[in-house]
């Protein structure tokens, strides 16, 4: 008998921290995603913080659910949305702000604004991440990538020629605003989505005004819509800050709707103001899915 209850007191600690161990994971399973915005925002940068990819996954939007988690992460890193790097760093709610465009709310890190978080919310009033399209194309180029590729995929980007109208010399432009189209989607009804990457240098500023985003294919025209962004939402432009020594970037994902079936789409940003001074830029935009794999 003695012997026996000192058996149970041996046990009894490894029994108890099984059990506690067990309602740990069970709880951190079930944890609920807040309800407020910013505090979504930090409850997914925990998880990415915690390498906790398979439950991000659930709280993204649908097209980012059935992808391989590892194709997933990259093209979320890639894609410039959340990673488990940067973002871990801005962990209070107090340090999160909300913008809203249509019915995406835009969360972003007060004191570094290009880190933003799209999110959407569904008919219960639940939270979703939105990575954004440019994201999407790349988690589904890993996707059907080779399983024996490298780490390092060899990739095509979009040969995009552009016309910039400024009165600022050309140097001073590429100083001040540097830019490049990183995705395009088109369906079978024509290029449908454009991806436009978009660096300012150290103390740098510039925004764009809305109405000033158009397309143009042949002679058809038509209007360029905002559907996702990094930049900050003012009441008719998009603004793109930065106070700090280093460069800042900014992505903005532009539908265009009816676009006819043709070779090149030349896309429109007729105004941007960079710190004191206005250049337009337009793009002519071959009508194929970038990024794509180097055969």
């Not at 909300?98 to 019915?103: A, F, R, S």
């Not at 400024?166 to 540097?178: C, D, I, K, T």
């Not at 996702?228 to 800042?248: K, Q, Y």
Request: hydrophobic fraction near 40%; include cysteine.
């Amino acid at each position: 008998m003695r012997e026996e209850y000192r058996r149970l007191v041996l046990i009894l600690p490894l029994m108890i921290a099984v059990v506690s161990l067990i309602s740990a994971c069970a709880t951190e399973s079930t944890e609920p995603p807040p309800e407020a915005p910013e505090e979504f925002a930090v409850f997914l940068v925990e998880k990415a913080a915690q390498d906790e990819w398979e439950a991000i996954q659930e709280l993204l939007t649908d097209d980012f659910r059935d992808l391989d988690v590892t194709a997933m992460r990259r093209g979320l890193e890639l894609g410039g949305s959340l990673s488990g790097t940067i973002w871990p760093r801005h962990d209070e709610p107090d340090e999160w702000h909300v913008e809203q465009m249509g019915d995406i709310f835009i969360v972003r890190v007060t004191e570094f604004p290009q880190l933003a978080l799209n999110l959407r919310q569904d008919a219960e009033g639940q939270w979703a991440l939105d990575p954004g399209p440019y994201a999407l194309s790349w988690a589904r180029l890993l996707q059907d990538a080779p399983e024996d590729a490298s780490e390092e995929l060899e990739v095509d980007l979009p040969v995009v020629e552009k016309d910039v109208m400024s009165g600022e010399s050309q140097l001073w432009v590429q100083r001040r605003f540097m830019d490049e189209v990183v995705h395009t989607n088109s369906t079978e009804d024509g290029i449908s989505e454009v991806t436009l990457r978009l660096m300012l240098p150290a103390r740098g500023h510039a925004s764009i005004p809305i109405e000033g985003l158009n397309w143009r294919a042949g002679q058809i025209e038509g209007t360029a819509e905002v559907v996702w962004t990094t930049a900050i939402l003012d009441i008719d432009a998009l603004s793109m800050p930065n106070d700090e020594d280093g460069s800042a970037v900014y992505l903005v994902s532009l539908q265009m709707e009816d676009v006819p079936d043709v070779d090149i789409v030349e896309v429109q940003v007729n105004q941007i103001i960079v710190d004191d001074s206005t250049l337009s830029v337009h793009y002519r935009v071959p009508t194929e899915n970038y990024p794509q794999l180097v055969e």
